[in-house]
């Protein structure tokens, strides 16, 4: 199984223009190999609670993606969000290439992506599992999957948003 030690995650940033939120993509790639392959990646926004109030940050989501700005709404739901003095991490992405599933590679990854949130003082951890609406059976069975490893894992689902099941967590 692959653990932490085996993978490298490069990130790169940028703020999305007319708008205080940060756009972060996340590449994972296995060391130790000549060519180093893309294994995996993550799509995720950050963004500072106190200098930027909820709706504006959600007027700014919703030109990013429409059901964006509703699950940036729905945050105020969130138990001591206003107590948030770090940052927030906006999670929409997170996929493992179909070959290298079932390796470890995804939970590695969230692992590695965790300790390096934790050390730019993100405090909270917002996840979007099964963000995309799926209509065949399988997919919904993979979301199901997905939203009970995040559970295990500690997170809570956000109960106001319905349409897009947001869960969090403290880090």
């Known amino acids: 199984m692959i653990t932490e030690d085996d993978i490298h995650v490069d990130y790169r940033i940028e703020m999305r223009p007319g708008t205080e939120i940060f756009a972060c993509k996340a590449d ?5 190999q ?4 893309q294994v995996g990646d993550a799509h995720f926004y950050l963004f500072n609670p106190q200098r930027s109030s ?4 959600a007027m700014y989501a919703e030109h990013i993606s429409e059901g964006l700005g509703d699950v940036y709404r729905d945050l105020k739901h969130i138990p001591d969000i206003d107590d948030v003095f770090g940052l927030v991490a906006v999670f929409d ?11 470890g590679i995804g939970e590695s990854f ?14 909270l ?3 979007i599992p099964g963000y995309y609406t799926n209509t065949s059976k399988q997919d919904e069975a993979y979301n199901k999957k997905i939203r009970a490893y995040y559970k295990k894992n500690g997170f809570k689902r956000l109960k106001k948003n319905t349409e897009n099941p947001v869960m969090y967590t403290y880090l």
């Open 93 to 103: 992405d997170l996929q493992v290439a179909e070959e290298e599933r079932n390796k």
């Open 28 to 32: 994972c790639v296995l060391k130790g």
């Open 54 to 57: 909820l709706e504006s940050l």
């Open 110 to 123: 969230g692992q590695k992506m965790l300790e390096e949130l934790k050390f730019l003082d993100v405090e």
């Open 34 to 37: 000549e060519e180093q392959p």
């Open 125 to 127: 951890l917002v996840v």
